[in-house]
């Protein structure tokens, strides 16, 4: 099922996005140079900013459609994308959540490090709508990555629509083989596996 997941590191980033400074002149300081003021930024181009991160200046790409924007307090980074590894801006408050280049994917910002939170590979990809990220995860191949929920087991079916998968402990799992005709498939949310007893 389509999962969605509010930004609200973003929410809260987003201020600090737009009040964050690097504290010294970024324009004289490069990546692996100290600094004292973690979680601050500064645009150096159009698409990367400066951003001190455990006391030490890296780049940080802002590949989101409006890049990075504005000089000094009026910084703006725009991470709606990003790519596994890359650094990001994390917040006390909450994740920061974002869709990998490839849309068929989704991020989540730990440890100051844009990480797989999901696989998106239902028809309708990762996509972010404001603060809201979209992860459309009706089909997925088992040992794919997934957000696990205790109060919502969230079911898929595989690509080859030949079984239904679960998300536990963050991975799809195996569930049941659908060796029948009409395989597996999804009909208003639910997932039916032909031969399956009920839809999940």
């Known amino acids: 099922m389509t999962r969605i997941w509010q930004r609200l ?39 990367t900013a400066l951003l001190c991160q455990s006391g030490t200046l890296v780049n940080m790409p802002c590949r989101g459609p409006n890049g990075c924007q504005g000089v000094g307090p009026g910084s703006q980074c725009d991470d709606d994308l990003g790519q596994v ?12 959540y974002a869709c990998g280049t490839d849309m068929k994917s989704e991020l989540v910002c730990q440890s100051g490090k844009w990480a797989l939170a999901s696989t998106c590979k239902g028809p309708g990809g990762c996509r972010v709508a404001g603060l809201v ?9 088992v ?5 696990s929920s205790a109060s919502d087991a969230n079911y898929s079916c595989t690509p080859d629509k030949k079984a239904m998968v679960v998300c536990t402990a963050d991975k799809f799992n ?25 839809p999940r």
């Open 133 to 141: 990220v979209h992860c459309d995860d009706d089909f997925a191949d």
């Open 143 to 147: 040992g794919d990555a997934c957000i």
């Open 85 to 96: 590894g890359e650094p990001c801006l994390s917040d006390p408050s909450g994740e920061n």
């Open 9 to 47: 590191a973003v929410a809260a980033v987003s201020g600090l996005m737009l009040t964050g400074v690097v504290q010294c002149n970024a324009l004289k300081q490069k990546p692996g140079d100290k600094c004292v003021s973690n979680g601050k930024f500064q645009c150096t181009n159009p698409s």
């Open 174 to 198: 195996m569930w049941e083989a659908c060796t029948g005709p009409h395989g597996c498939h999804i009909e208003n949310n639910l997932v039916y596996c032909d031969g399956a007893k009920k």
